[in-house]
């Protein structure tokens, strides 16, 4: 059954984008720093109190490097999403980050074999559809939100260079981490769920001591994990769906990666409700639409 623990990781990502916009400080140059690092510290705490004292799992530590491929592709793609952000807004590159899921399910597809009968395989491509029209449609209520408060952005950020190469950057690199994930753990089964995830947190773990250590050190910059209530419930939300995640991915990658992929409608969701943000009708009609496709990759969950 991977249908539930997907649509989990939907509404756990969902949420966790909510929180990482409430945390996102533009008046603090180390914000992403703060946040990643965030993310790692729960991550690791989730490893040790939930897989080592809870479970009692022994973890074998020769798979952190033999997971490493997949860690690095997620944990780049991040790294490359926030840096972009120096050049471009959400709304431009979401068009094209969001389209990883539908590069993880072709490589799958052509590379792995993989196969969806004639229902799912239009389910995806709804959902697929569905989350580039929903950017889209961001991007123009962002455009005139933009024009009726009288401001511009400057057309480098826009259509340069370095504005578009992020998002395309992301959109592949976490495509193939997607991709990776269900080679490990699907078709080939390298090895189980837990140590997989365990591999992930664990790195993760270890890249924000570094960060922690690089901020307070070299920087002098202070962190306050305790202070950073939005970032920490981020970093929670997150953890949580990482945790589903690779349960569905190692039973149905071809189909749970666009699925996952459309967990922006749960924080646009949450962006109307708690941050009051405005969506216009044709955004509720997209969001119905995925919605459907939801539904039904569930009535053909099996």
């Known amino acids: 059954m991977w249908f539930l623990p997907a649509l989990i990781t939907v509404l756990a990502w969902g ?17 992403a720093t703060k ?8 991550m690791g705490l989730h490893v040790l109190f939930y897989y080592v004292m ?13 997971y490493l491929p997949v860690s690095s592709m997620y944990i780049l793609s991040m790294t490359v999403g926030y840096f972009g952000l120096r050049y471009i807004e959400v709304s431009i590159s979401s068009p094209v980050s969001n389209s990883s899921g539908a590069v993880s399910a072709l490589l799958t597809f052509f590379l792995l074999g993989g196969t969806m009968n004639g229902m799912q395989f239009a389910a995806v491509a709804i959902i697929s559809f569905g989350i580039l029209l929903l950017s889209v449609f961001e991007k123009q209520e962002f455009d005139r939100e933009l024009k009726e408060e009288g401001q511009v952005i400057e057309r480098k950020y826009r259509i340069g ?3 578009i190469i992020f998002p395309l950057l ?12 269900g ?7 390298i090895m189980p769920e837990d140590q997989a995830n365990m591999s992930y947190e664990l790195t993760f773990f270890i890249i924000a001591l570094v960060l922690w250590a690089y901020l307070e050190l070299v920087k002098k910059e202070p962190v306050l994990v305790f202070s950073e209530r939005d970032k920490g419930l981020a970093a929670l939300f997150e953890t949580v769906g990482q945790f589903f995640y690779v349960g569905a991915i190692a039973s149905n990658a071809i189909v749970v990666a666009p699925m996952i992929a459309s967990y922006s409608i749960v924080s646009v969701l949450l962006g109307r409700v708690f941050l009051k943000e405005k969506l216009s009708g044709k ?7 995925i919605m459907v496709g939801i539904a039904i990759l569930g009535f053909y969950d099996g």
């Open 170 to 181: 992301y959109s592949l690199i976490d495509g193939l981490g997607t991709f990776l994930d």
């Open 54 to 66: 809870y479970e009692g799992i022994a973890y074998d530590w020769k798979n952190l490097l033999l």
């Open 183 to 189: 080679y490990y753990l699907e078709f080939k089964q």
């Open 15 to 31: 949420t966790a984008d909510l929180f990482y916009k409430k945390g996102n400080n533009p008046k603090d140059r180390f914000t």
């Open 35 to 42: 946040t990643t690092i965030m993310v790692g510290l729960v």
């Open 283 to 289: 955004q509720y009609a997209v969001i119905l639409i």
């Open 161 to 163: 260079a370095a504005a």
